[in-house]
């Protein structure tokens, strides 16, 4: 049990589009999911907490008009990266809280800005 | 923002050797978990201990909290190839939220 699936699990897209990244909790209900970003080989680092039915809290530094994030069900979250370039490209998971388990993680997305 | 660092950063064992990672970490906690990460891949959740735990075993897995020093450690008794990987130690402050340390990676030498 607790599953969050996340897609998609890579995209590479042109410079100035925009890319939308979900992540589902398929067999609970997840209040609050996290988001986080991952350069190569280097660690997680914590870009927002997502809260179901308001707004999203940002990490210190995280541009929230870059990266929008909704949260509009207990099962779903989005981050969208808005008008994407090279230096956004990085590996993104999303992890939701699960009551009385933990932490769990999604598989992750890798975003390739061309 | 990050709340540790692991150490060793990175770590080549021979196969059936045993593994030791170091995380400390700067503030008080709840809940310490330690997670593995196989390249390019989302992350495992192996362990979570407690702040009144002090050990914890789980399988070849051996997890220490010392909150007194701010320090966690994860043994991996008899390694595997597979068990080639990255390794982070993450805290729960208590504030909804879990910080990662800057990991180890972990190779194991056939």
């Known amino acids: 049990g607790a599953v969050v699936s996340q897609h998609p699990s890579w995209v590479i897209c042109k410079s100035g589009t925009s890319v939308k990244i979900e992540c589902r909790s398929l067999?609970?209900?997840?209040?609050?999911m996290f988001w986080y970003r991952q350069f190569p080989k280097q660690s997680l680092m914590l870009m927002a907490t997502?809260?179901?039915?308001?707004?999203?809290?940002?990490e210190q530094g995280v541009e929230k008009d870059k990266f929008l994030i909704n949260h509009a069900s207990l099962t779903l979250s989005t981050l969208t990266v808005t008008s994407a370039h090279p230096e956004d490209s990085s590996f993104y998971i999303c992890?939701?809280?699960?009551?009385?388990?933990?932490?769990?993680f999604g598989s992750g997305t890798r975003l390739t800005v061309v | 923002s990050q709340q540790g660092e692991e150490d060793p950063q990175a770590l080549s064992i021979q196969e059936g050797e045993n593994a030791t990672m170091n995380c400390s970490y700067k503030?008080?906690?709840?809940?310490l978990q330690w997670y593995r990460q196989n390249s390019g891949r989302g992350l495992v959740h192996l362990i979570l201990?407690?702040?009144?735990?002090r050990e914890k075993h789980s399988g070849r897995l051996r997890v220490t909290l010392d909150t007194s020093k701010k320090s966690s450690s994860l043994l991996i008794t008899a390694s595997r190839a597979a068990d080639t990987a990255s390794y982070f130690c993450?805290?729960?402050?208590?504030?909804?939220?879990?910080?990662f340390g800057k990991g180890t990676r972990l190779h194991i030498l056939p």
């Open positions: 503030t008080s906690i709840n809940n």
């Open positions: 993450a805290t729960d402050a208590g504030d909804d939220k879990i910080i």
């Open positions: 992890s939701a809280q699960v009551i009385n388990y933990g932490y769990t």
């Open positions: 201990i407690r702040s009144n735990e």
């Open positions: 997502s809260n179901e039915g308001s707004k999203a809290t940002y």
């Open positions: 067999d609970f209900q997840a209040t609050t």
